[in-house]
C-alpha cells in the first residue's frame, strides 16, 4: 500500500487566501484524523471522520477552518481566509479500528504571509 | 481530561549509549491504549508500538524496549546501543475509552540526538 498520501507537500499563500489540503488514506481505513502540529501547541488533533463522517470536530479552531469527506479514499481540510497564524504542518492519518494506531502522511507545511 | 507528559524536552547521548525516554499520563479511564511515534528528520511520523491498559508485560522489539507500569501511570521507551539513525522525535500518545479510542492525546515530545 502506498500509505497515507498528502498534497501539497508545501503551501506558500498570502493572508486572506483560501487554502485547501488533501488526504487520500490507506484503503480499508475507516477512519480519518487531521491534526496540525506547530512549535507551540505542539500536535493537536483537528477533527476525526468514520466512515466519512465527521464524528468530532471540536478540535477545529475557528469558523475558517472545515473538513469534508465526500468519499473513503478522499478529504479535505480548506482555511478560508488564512491567516498567519494559520502556519503549521498540517497531518492527515488514518486508522483500521478504534484504539488502533494511526499511520500519518507526509504532513502538508502551511506558510501564510 | 487526558494529558501525558514528556518531561525531557531534549536528550543527547553518544552512540552506543542507552537511553530512556520517559512518559507520564494521565486518564480517569481505566480503558486505554498508550502508544509512541518516532518523527525523524524529514517530518512524518512512524509508529512504533501499541499498548492496552490491561496489559502490562514489558516488550522488546530488537534494540528498543517498553516498560508499562500502571501503578506510576507511565511508558517508559527505552533504546539501548543507540545510533545515529535514532535520532529524531519521540511522541507519547494516549488513546482512552472515553473518546471512543479515537481522540488521541500527544506528549510533546522527546528530541533524541544521537552524536556520533
Known amino acids: 500500500d502506498a500509505g497515507v498520501i498528502q498534497s501539497p507537500r508545501h503551501e506558500v499563500t498570502e493572508m486572506g487566501q483560501e487554502v485547501t489540503l488533501r488526504c487520500k488514506p490507506i484503503?480499508?481505513?475507516?477512519?480519518l484524523f487531521w491534526y496540525r502540529q506547530t512549535m507551540m501547541r505542539g500536535l493537536e488533533l483537528l477533527i476525526y471522520?468514520?466512515?466519512?463522517?465527521?464524528?468530532?470536530d471540536s478540535g477545529m479552531p475557528e469558523d475558517r477552518f472545515s473538513a469534508k469527506m465526500p468519499n473513503a479514499s478522499f478529504s479535505t481540510l480548506k482555511i478560508q481566509p488564512s491567516e498567519p497564524r494559520d502556519s503549521a504542518v498540517y497531518f492527515c492519518?488514518?486508522?483500521?479500528?478504534?484504539?488502533?494506531?494511526?499511520?500519518f502522511g507526509p504532513g502538508t507545511r502551511l506558510t501564510v504571509t | 481530561a487526558q494529558k501525558v507528559t514528556q518531561a525531557q524536552t531534549e536528550i543527547s547521548v553518544v552512540e552506543k549509549e542507552d537511553v530512556t525516554l520517559d512518559c507520564v499520563y494521565e486518564?480517569?479511564?481505566?480503558?486505554?491504549?498508550l502508544f509512541w511515534y518516532k518523527q525523524p528528520p524529514s517530518g512524518e511520523l512512524v509508529f512504533l508500538i501499541r499498548?492496552?491498559?490491561?496489559?502490562?508485560q514489558n516488550e522488546i522489539s530488537g534494540r528498543y524496549s517498553w516498560n508499562f507500569q500502571k501503578s506510576t501511570s507511565s511508558f517508559n521507551f527505552t533504546i539501548t546501543a543507540s545510533q545515529v539513525v535514532d535520532s529524531a522525535v519521540y511522541f507519547c500518545?494516549?488513546?482512552?475509552?472515553?473518546?471512543?479510542?479515537?481522540?488521541?492525546?500527544f506528549g510533546t515530545g522527546t528530541k533524541l540526538q544521537v552524536i556520533p
Open positions: 486518564t480517569r479511564d481505566t480503558t486505554y491504549y
Open positions: 500518545a494516549l488513546s482512552p475509552n472515553s473518546g471512543g479510542y479515537q481522540k488521541v492525546t
Open positions: 499498548r492496552n491498559s490491561f496489559d502490562e
Open positions: 492519518a488514518s486508522s483500521s479500528f478504534p484504539g488502533r494506531e494511526q499511520y
Open positions: 484503503s480499508g481505513h475507516d477512519y
Open positions: 471522520f468514520n466512515n466519512n463522517v465527521p464524528i468530532d
